[in-house]
């Protein structure tokens, strides 16, 4: 009979779960506010218990000591994960921003229940198809499949908190902006384009009504741009959580 120190049990059950937890606190739709914590809780210990098995003979005893340094490193990559696919959704939220200003909702915010914040509606419009495509593309389980398969490639107690890492991790705001400008880009070249013919306008013909007509016309030009483009989202989502992936693929090959 093959007896397993309880020490070792113990610290393999931390250090999955807490990669898991990590992946909880961050990732879209499952480390949304709407999902209770118990059940976040639940899903993290049975997928401890499904990983443990495959996952046990390749940990190394730790001294316990370092168990709080391997607590921390096994978070950080957890939210690691949590941050390459949020990425897409807080872009997807800056674009809809942008086109409020530009159509003319920006006063026009309702209550985000996933963020429990109000944000306008442009925004929301924007959130809430992002969330449908990314769970019609069964993204969240990438996710789990990706993390499962982060203990084989990056075993706990094995990560190295590298500089190049930090600064992988750190740099990811950039692409947000990034993101979201290229998501807003037909909308927002159009509306932009529309600003520059009506102050042409109004500089040729002053007696014009551009005041009460221009919001209109940008409304109704930027939803029939927006409406046009929408059968093209989901392959732009697919590919924009491809590349999500793979940034935390990288994060990985950088934390080695």
């Given at each position: 009979m093959i007896k397993i120190p309880l020490a070792d049990v113990i610290q393999a059950f931390l250090a999955i779960s807490v990669r898991l937890s990590g992946l909880m606190l961050f990732a879209p739709f499952l480390g949304s506010v709407v999902i209770p914590a118990r059940i976040k809780a639940g899903l993290v210990f049975l997928l401890t218990v499904l990983l443990y098995p495959m996952l046990s003979r390749s940990l190394t005893p730790l001294p316990l000591g370092e168990w709080p340094l391997l607590v921390f490193r096994e978070l950080l990559l957890g939210v690691a994960f949590g941050i390459a696919t949020s990425i897409v959704f807080e872009a997807v939220q800056m674009a809809g921003q942008i086109l409020s200003i530009q159509m003319g909702y920006s006063l026009v915010n309702i209550l985000d229940p996933t963020t429990q914040v109000d944000t306008t509606v442009m925004a929301m419009f924007h959130q809430s198809l992002a969330m449908?495509?990314?769970?019609?593309?069964?993204?969240?389980?990438?996710?789990?499949?990706?993390?499962?398969?982060?203990?084989?490639?990056?075993?706990?107690?094995?990560?190295?908190?590298?500089?190049?890492?930090?600064?992988?991790?750190?740099g990811s705001g950039a692409s947000i902006l990034l993101v979201g400008v290229q998501i807003a880009a037909p909308v927002l070249s159009a509306t932009l384009l529309t600003d520059i013919v009506l102050g042409l306008l109004g500089k040729s013909s002053p007696q014009l009504p551009l005041m009460m007509l221009g919001p209109a016309v940008k409304s109704l030009l930027g939803l029939a741009i927006l409406f046009s483009s929408l059968k093209y989202w989901p392959d732009m989502f697919r590919n924009l959580f491809l590349e999500s992936m793979g940034y935390a693929d990288r994060l990985l090959h950088l934390a080695r």
């Open positions: 449908l495509i990314f769970l019609r593309l069964d993204v969240h389980l990438w996710l789990l499949r990706a993390i499962g398969n982060s203990f084989t490639y990056l075993p706990p107690g094995t990560a190295q908190l590298t500089r190049p890492f930090a600064m992988s991790l750190v």
